[in-house]
Nanobody
Framework: VQLQASGGGTVQPGGSLRLSCAAS????????MRWFRQAPGKEREIVAS???????TYADSVKGRFTISRDIAKNTIFLQMNSLKPNNTAIYLC?????????????WGQGTLVTVSS
């Protein structure tokens, strides 16, 4: 299984971007899908998550501005980012977690760069 993230780019403060992350195939037992980000010189942090029952959570810093969603038929998740700020600049990575007899298995996308700058 491969995850392909896309949608990053350069945007001015206050602008919007929509990230996508598509799995190359249906993942049986998939129960959790997440967006992380890693800014230069900082640790990776979780941005948003959505479960197989469509329960979503957000980091406090993005609540009300970012929305995570998914398209089951297309094995794809999205991250709609509005009112972007310069400190949102980072590489955004998607993660799909699968339930497995031996424990959860994670799949990672390659990341997509988001730059917020005037």
């Amino acid at each position: 299984v491969q995850l392909q993230a896309s949608g990053g780019g350069t945007v001015q403060p206050g602008g919007s971007l929509r990230l996508s992350c598509a799995a190359s195939e249906t993942i049986l037992g998939l129960y959790l899908m997440r967006w992380f980000r890693q800014a230069p010189g900082k640790e990776r942090e979780i941005v948003a998550s959505i479960t197989s029952t469509d329960y979503s959570t957000y980091a406090d810093s993005v609540k009300g501005r970012f929305t995570i969603s998914r398209d089951i038929a297309k094995n794809t998740i999205f991250l709609q980012m509005n009112s972007l700020k310069p400190n949102n600049t980072a590489i955004y990575l998607c993660n799909f977690r699968q339930a497995n007899i031996s424990g959860p298995q994670d799949f990672w996308g390659q990341g997509t760069l988001v730059t917020v700058s005037s």
